[in-house]
């Protein structure tokens, strides 16, 4: 039972991590039904990022948690600034296009990004460890060690969630993201930006993506430039199960696939990948609309 | 005249395809030309089997896979057991060797489009972006299956080694050039029309009395049998295989080569795959900045040549005709050589009709 508890935890802690990326993937395809295969991308760059910023600013030195918040804020929004960079140049040019396009674009940002990193003589093919933001101390609750990292992740990420859910669901933005969702057209012509709903949309999401990253990284502390793919591919099932286009079915799928990766993991460590793809390909053909999503009619 | 200059153009195909070959073949045995060289060239021929085989799903069909690699996997894992396991091929003389060989590709291709068959019947009540996860979903299943199966009959998570080198250019070559015929004639047969009408009007084509779900099964099983041939070729060319090669990564390797070469086309997937295989080689003097490089010249192409690099054009031998169905054969050639020494062009009864 302790052990189970236990590995409740990581799973919880992981879950935060997907559930973060998840939404990236779901918000992107609520829009513009594009899969984003790049999106991965957002938390290596955000890892690399506060990599820099830590090491230029601080000199590598243990920061305080409130300035390391701060950090990983700062380090975050230029990532999502990125993003909006990224959508700009190469998914806005093909909007009109089959939505497939702009997946194989985004393969192509994928490519482009990872080998540039690799590239770049001050970041290098070799892993580099994160360094360490805060100071970690393991709390004991009966027989289940719980780090401080741990409580961290979890509580800001479901924070951070709570707050998105608030912006979407109660300020003048979220109406308009969720009218762009809803009918790209009809939204357009009742006057909302369609290309500023995109642009904030890619900025959160790639916010929340280098956000996860930090996260990440602070307790698994290996970075190299194509850490993200199987992350993102898992926060992408994540979505999907949830029901892709939602954002609490993103939350709830990240959380599923964090506690269930864990378990299996536990049990058959070989088989844990293999499973989240099936628990993918037993959803979609049981309910293909996900968990939490809505079936969808098709018009003629 | 336009009948004759039509039907010219078309067999000046095979000709053309043997000289390459020849030429190729020359220049390898007298060493102007390197194995490296050779070893691109095998590779390319591969993926434009699979852009091909990819291209009848997304192309001919407008279902979108993303896990093409999955069925390219069946067919190198089946016939690589095949040929090391179960006829243990290099213990056989030289031309049984050959043979094996070809059996093992057609195990493989079968095996393949049995898995596309499987695969296709759930898959196919989804629609659009679900079909498209669903299908990486299964490639990834695919590929975990491959990792836990036990060592001592696929090499589990170790990869399988030891598969006897049995391909060479020849093979690869030849399998290249009958999977853009098996391409062309499927696209002129009426499955491949049937096929066609899905992509345009799924609704329109079901109104019309067209079996959508049988057509759609159909094109994934001869999808997946093309896969499978590659997959054959690619494991007794390598005679080392391993689950992760077959990642979802290498799908969207072969999506990107069908969409930059122009998706549709035959001759769009058959450049695309030739062009985007033989670029990063040609990038090695870049070191570092090779994939960089090439990862932005993709964006370009993308970004700048939205029908592909080929435009959605077809080479005239690949081009769709309307009328009854032609299959490529012998006397097209021998007609065409006899024409040269009578300084005139024979036609066919019917054939341009």
Partial sequence: MDNFLQLLIYGLQLGSIYALLAIGYTMVFGIIRMINMAHCDFLMMGCYMVYFLVSVLFGGEMIGPAVALLVVMAGSSVIGMVGVGIERVAYR?????????CMISAIGVSIFTQNLFRALPFIGPNPRSFPKLIEDFTINVGAVKISFTRIVTVTLSIFIMLLLWFVIQNTKIGMHMRAVSNDKDAAALMGVNI???ISITFFIGAFLAAVSGSFYAS?????QPTMAVTLGNKAFIAAVCGGIGDIRGAVLGGFVIGVAEILVTSVWSEFAYGFCFLVLVVILLFKPEGLLGK?????? | MEKMKALCKRNIAFPIFALFFLVVTLLHQLGIVNSYFMQVMMLACIYIIMAESLNIL??????SSLGQAGFMSVGAYSSAIFTTYILHVSSLPEPLQVVAFVAATLVGAVMAAICGVLIGIPALRLRGDYLAIVTLGFCEVIRAIWRVVPADIAGGAFGLTGIPKLA???WAFLFMILSLYFCRNYMDSSFGR??????DNEIAADTMGIDCFRYKTIAFASSAFIAGVAGSLYAHLLSYIHPDVFSYAKSSDFLVYLYAGGVGSISGAMLGALALTVLPELLRFLNDWRLVIYGALLLCIILFRPTGLFGGREFAFLQLKTGGIRVFHVSTFTNWVKGLF???KRVKEGAGK
């Fill in chain 1, 93 to 101: 040019p093909l909007r009109n296009r089959p939505t497939i396009m």
């Fill in chain 2, 342 to 344: 009578r300084g005139e």
């Fill in chain 1, 195 to 197: 290309n500023r709903v």
């Fill in chain 2, 58 to 63: 997304n192309g001919m069909t407008g279902l």
């Fill in chain 2, 194 to 199: 049937a096929c066609l009408a899905i992509r």
């Fill in chain 1, 295 to 300: 079936p969808m009619t098709e018009k003629v």
């Fill in chain 2, 168 to 170: 060479n250019f020849f």
């Fill in chain 1, 219 to 223: 307790s698994y502390p290996v970075m």
